[in-house]
């Protein structure tokens, strides 16, 4: 059988890909192949599960599009499809004057991003959070937590009820692409299958730049995985915070800082931080993968991007090896938690793309080629805004393909 689209990912942005195609082309053969015996096992899996509101980007921009368009149809989806979510909102906390400064700057970002806050001050602040010390924060009123496996597991449930082919365990080791079709080969149980396509959509997350080496697609990007390190508090302090709270972040590097998140189980992490990794799924303590670190060592944009943020690493990678170091930076805003209540919890990667001239791509990054398109990078909050993503991708294919 001819399949009319193959989707590489069962990550939240694969499987969002994959139900709204089917959604939209209910006639249509769509495959979803996926390497590992559950859906999302890597990114989606291992992040902080919040749904976010969109404080950061720019206004205007793709991200902050995506991002307050992924938070209502994320909800939406949570409740046609009974999977739990909080609305808990979240805090962003300053703790001295040059915060309070990006603090204020941040409000009226939320503003033009017409995102609903509310500006406290410390004794506000106190008020909703009696455990949180500050000089002032705002109020996120939109952001929620969710667990984003159950979120991706029930949307490949509605994709094979609509007559969608979802298979797990197929590990894909080969493409190749002729006039008329792909050919997809997979490893399943020891053994190489191949399915045939009409067109490709890779969604590979860690992998993305390996998908489109398969092809022999030129790209100037590789993949370079950064760990997130989290912690978990102890059950007694699950009722510490009311809200997740974070630090104001500095703005030219936004994705760093240590939280306290709620989490849908009703417990509480502490994290992340961002320390270089050394194996792409390496969500132990301590990952080598020789294949990883070869590629990395191989590729300029790695030794630039290393050296462009020297200074950031070390501090970051003492403080994955020191534990107090780890406590200080949330010691910042709630001062009463001690090195004992930092217990052990999974780590997650992110997929950072990287320029062979060492910069971050923090938008979105694609490759194409006839019969295929590839999804190199997507920013986060990519499991936020993975519905929309989802359907900006379905746009883009069929731009080419009806």
Not at 21 to 40: A, G, I, N, T, W
Not at 62 to 72: I, M, R, S
Not at 260 to 266: A, Q, Y
Not at 352 to 369: I, N, P, R, T, Y
Request: neutral net charge; hydrophobic residues 40%; charged residues 20%.
């Amino acid at each position: 059988m001819t399949y009319d689209y193959i989707i590489i990912g069962g990550g939240i942005v694969g499987m969002s890909t994959a139900w709204q195609m089917q959604q939209r082309f209910p006639d249509k053969k769509v495959l979803l192949l996926e390497k590992e015996s559950v859906y999302s096992k890597h990114q989606t899996g291992h992040n902080s599960g919040v749904i976010h509101a969109g404080v950061y980007y720019a206004p205007g921009s793709l991200k902050a599009k995506f991002c307050k368009a992924g938070v209502a149809a994320t909800m939406e989806f949570c409740q046609q499809n009974d999977v739990p979510y909080d609305q808990c909102g979240k805090l962003l906390v300053a703790t001295n004057a040059l915060e309070l400064e990006r603090m204020n700057a941040l409000f009226e970002r939320c503003q033009q991003n017409d995102i609903a806050v509310e500006l406290l001050d410390a004794e506000q602040l106190k008020t909703r959070e009696p455990n949180i010390v500050g000089v002032g924060g705002i109020l996120v009123k939109d952001t929620a937590i969710v667990n984003y496996q159950q979120v991706t597991t029930k949307m490949a449930e509605r994709f094979i009820e609509m007559g969608g082919d979802a298979r797990l365990n197929h590990k894909v080791v080969g493409l190749n692409e002729s006039a008329d079709e792909i050919s997809v080969e997979a490893i399943h149980n020891d053994e190489k299958v191949t399915f045939k396509g009409k067109f490709l959509i890779t969604c590979s997350g860690l992998m993305a730049d390996r998908t489109t080496k398969m092809l022999g697609i030129p790209t100037d990007f590789q993949i370079i995985p950064f760990r997130g390190e989290y912690y978990q508090l102890p059950a007694k302090h699950n009722k510490i915070v009311n809200h997740l709270i974070y630090p104001i972040p500095d703005p030219d590097l936004p994705f760093l800082g240590v939280h306290l998140t709620r989490m849908i189980d009703g417990s509480v992490t502490v994290g992340p931080n961002a320390v270089q990794g050394w194996k792409r799924e390496g969500y132990g303590r301590i990952n080598i993968s020789p294949r990883d670190i070869w590629d990395m060592v191989t590729f300029a944009g790695f030794w630039r991007v290393l050296k462009s943020h020297i200074k950031t690493g070390i501090v970051e990678t003492k403080n994955s090896l020191w534990k107090p170091g780890y406590l200080k930076l949330v010691q910042k805003y709630c001062p009463t938690l001690e090195v004992s209540d930092l217990q052990p919890y999974p780590a997650g990667i992110r997929a950072q793309a990287v320029m062979k001239d060492g910069s971050l791509v923090h938008d979105f990054l694609f490759a194409e080629s006839p019969r295929s398109l590839h999804v190199c990078n997507a920013p986060s909050p990519a499991a936020t805004s993975a519905i929309p993503i989802g359907g900006y991708i379905c746009d883009k294919i069929l731009e080419r393909t009806v």
